[in-house]
């Protein structure tokens, strides 16, 4: 007789995760059921529960924001932070598992109040506190949200609309046009 196979439970943790950042960039927190994402993981829905305690803790794992490394160097200014943003969270390769990044994520889910008060934990206390210690001047907060919304709507028209433009344009003249507008902020 066979013994019984053994899980592999960093596997199958991340086949979870990975469904899970699916589902909710597809269908949001509200439209997303457990045995959903547990289907797609080829496991049973307890584990869900077994591994991230309920659906909430899921999704808040499936939609942790990592700032890929480099962002956020000391002593770069605003249009180099604006860049590497653009670079690697705007126009970023999406990963296959969830093909969105976990900003986009939690926008398509931003109805629910927790999720409303993540996000502007991570946009108002990370992100743009960040840029706005880079800005000089008595306004450094609003030149910082401006461009936080820039990049914010493009991540929108480019993940969540599909504009026709942005989505296949040149990159590097993307990256250029957001340079020459962080640019004239920074000098404003």
Known sequence: MNAPKRRDRAATRSALLDAARRRFAEHGFDGTGVREIAADAGVD?????????????????????????????????????ADALVREVVLGTRPASGGEHPLMLMLRSAGRPEVRARLHEEVCDGYLADLARRFEGEDAALRAELVGALLLGMGVMRDLVDSPVLPGADPDRVRALVADMVAALERA
């Open 45 to 81: 829905p307890t584990l869900i529960f077994r591994y991230f305690g309920s659906k909430q803790d899921l999704f808040a794992e499936a939609s942790k924001a990592e700032v890929p490394e480099g962002i956020g160097e000391p002593g770069t200014g605003p249009v180099g932070l």
